[in-house]
């Protein structure tokens, strides 16, 4: 694998200003995350700075990625190209900056969509993504505050407030993400049920 250093300078060319400084963030969102829930620090840090190194690539650029590692893009993909840059990711994580360890790379995969039984490494990365320190937006604060409740609690409070955009926004609605909430919602469910 690259150094730490390396895979930042190399960042720093692939990402605008904006987004390098959101990967940093991320980064520093993850190792606070896997302090508190107890997740290996250094690859907190390492899926929380390069989980969007493909969010700055054009259309054309990630199909052509797409293409070359076989990744199978459905009817909604093809019309929200966005939603490939995790998957997309986690190869040019690979083969750029030469990440071996697949918790990361899943990691980086599962950061835009999530996905049942996910992990806590990927959970980690999947919540710093909407909480790290320069997040503003309507409702981040209500996410923060189930961060510190539980992961799976942060997962449905940061998933419903996508939904609640995308819906907003008349997008379409990937079923990945719907299954994500759903698994997080039975993951809490459970635990209550297991208090009582
Ligand atoms: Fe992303
Ligand atoms: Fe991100």
Redesign the pocket.
Known sequence: MMNIDDIKSRLQMMLSQKRFSHSTHVMEASRILAEKYGEDIGKAELAGLI??CA?DMDKSSTFALCKKYDIIVDSIMKKQPEIL??MVGAFLARDLFEVDDKSVLAAVTN??MGCENMNKLSSIVFIA?YIEAGRSYEGVEKIRKAAESSLEEAIVAGVDSTIEDILKKGKLLHPQIVLTRNWALEQLKGRTVGLL
């Open positions: 989980h969007d969010k840059h995790g950061h835009t993504d």
